[in-house]
């Protein structure tokens, strides 16, 4: 995450969500203050329009 920048839009997800959530939660604790929770690959895909492959 050193190499992401903290003022950027991002969209976390993973396979179940869960892991996605713990994410979002030490990338706060680093600063970053633009995230959305996409919750798991089905969800992130609806909310965003962009197909994810497994």
Known sequence: MSELDPDA????SCRSGNRSAAAI?????????????GGGLDQAAEATGIDFVD
């Open 25 to 37: 939660d030490r990338m706060t604790d680093l600063g970053f203050t633009s995230l959305v929770n």
């Open 9 to 12: 839009d991002y969209v976390v």
